[in-house]
């Protein structure tokens, strides 16, 4: 079986901004730290964890392309983003002033 299957990421959604934003209330999110392959994110809103494999980073939906229909909500650029590999804060989105 060599299909690729690949689901629709509906949890998350990238800002025109270039942030990360919680889908469920258009706030964004705040990166807590990895684990192994994984972006564990929380959403300071909602007091929800989020996580995202690594691998579907260049898959987030952006706002304007029709989906998510929430409205955006600027947000104050994030502070105290534990230190990561180099190049993934950048691939994350986090930490981009608005």
């Known amino acids: 079986m060599d299909t690729l299957v690949s689901a629709e990421i509906v949890t998350v959604y990238r800002a025109l901004d270039g942030g990360i934003h919680h889908a469920r209330c258009g706030r964004r999110i705040m990166l807590q730290g990895q684990r192994g392959d994984e972006l564990d994110f929380y959403c300071l809103a909602c007091a929800e964890s989020v996580t995202l494999p690594l691998c579907v980073l260049s898959r987030i939906p952006v ?18 983003i534990p230190r990561l590999r180099p190049g993934l804060r950048r691939m994350a989105g986090v930490g981009v002033a608005p």
């Open 63 to 80: 706002a304007g392309d029709g989906e998510p229909s929430v409205q955006e909500r600027p947000d104050r650029p994030l502070r105290g």
